[in-house]
């Protein structure tokens, strides 16, 4: 019996071995499942088929590639370099999704340039959603081939040798313009290194997120592309936005409602709109922004530098903002508030508006073409707490506009003196003013 014993135990070696060996080729010939083991946390779109050839849809190997990824806590999507994507509308959705995964992109990625691939209109072209910890990086670029939107003509027909997609019709595009890259509902988000280029409209959005960092950053549309933000915040807490170069047809940062502790530094803007606060309010609804940092920051041929516009009728407020160490260069209006702004026509005037407070101006230096600074505060809620320190701001050329600087209930003080000097800003308002911001 103990001889029998032994060859049973031998005979079950043996078929553990042999199976083992089965095992280990098939995980060899499968790049896939070696991933979903552990042992590679790497999952590139081409081994889900997408082609890489600029023509052919890769958008379901996108799909299938980050389901897979979603599997793995701390996995990367890999783009590859050397190969471009054309990828549609495409969610990458986190509910199911484990934490801290990586989007690496290190090459090419373009948008469709037919009108059926949009339908009646999207408000994204490629998103992220209530993820936990999702960075994108690389040194890849997304083109939105944005110049199919912005075309005035009804129809757009492609005539660059590069364009991608030479089968299909010329068609008129949806009236609603996608946003690029768009991050929805998400907590430790991080984008570095990437560019995102001609956009249809906004290049990067983000909404109802926390913890963001944007570093080392490119958006690269013409000036006149409209509507073309480089970065919009919105309900989003907990920024940090650094190093990035952005050139674009509207603000090259939008800093909207919902919006605290925000700190941007060290970025180029130009050509764009400038840095904006708002429009806060817009059909009397509430808005609340605060605690704002812009500091290190140069702006060359915009038509705004820093400024903060709001809407009759809003309410809420906007306060401790911090504008600090800004050189602009031929720019139209370096320094604006405006709680008229009315973007379009047919606005009236009405009593409510958005409480603006604690706004601090500090080395802000360089040359305008129309109007250095203005002031343009509510009748009936005027603003309070603004400061100026080191002010020299001079026209860019003997033919630039020599308007004096502009307030209209503008509540404040002068720190050191100014260039233009500022003569219009009122003795500080006592600040118990009744409102209520609700913020």
Partial sequence: MYRLTLKCLALRLLLLISCDARHSVYWRGNRRAIAEEGSSGTFNVLDYGAKGDGTSDDTKAFEDAWNEACKVAASTLLVPSGSTFLVGPVSFLGKECKENIVFQLDGKIIAPTSSSAWGSGLLQWMEFKSLTG????????????GSVWWNKSPDYDPVDDNDMIKDQESTKMPGTKPTALRFYGSNGVMVNGITIQN???????????????VSDFTTSSPGDSPNTDGIHLQNSQDAVIYRSTLACGDDCISIQTGCSNIYIHDVDCGPGHGISIGGLGKENTKACVSNITVRDVTMHETTNGVRIKSWQGGSGSVKQIMFSNIQVSEVANPIIIDQYYCDGGGCHNETSAVAVSNINYINI??????????????????????????????PATD?????????????????????????????????????????
């Avoid at 999702?134 to 081939?145: A, E, L, N, P, S």
């Avoid at 906004?202 to 960092?213: G, Y």
């Avoid at 404040?412 to 800003?425: A, S």
């Fill in 399 to 439: 033919k630039a506009s020599t308007r004096e600087p502009f307030c209209w209930e503008a509540h404040g003080e002068l720190k050191t003196e100014t260039l233009p000097p500022i003569q219009c800003l009122k003795t500080e308002k006592s600040t118990s003013q009744s409102y209520n911001d609700a913020c």
């Fill in 365 to 394: 230096k360089g040359t305008y073409t129309k109007e250095p600074v203005r002031f343009a505060c509510s009748d009936s809620l005027p603003c309070t707490g603004i400061s100026l320190s080191t002010i020299e701001l001079q």
């Fill in 199 to 213: 956009s249809p409209q906004t290049h990067l959005k983000f909404d109802n997120c926390v913890d963001i960092q």
């Fill in 134 to 145: 999702i960075t994108i990086k690389g040194k890849g670029v997304i083109d939105g081939q």
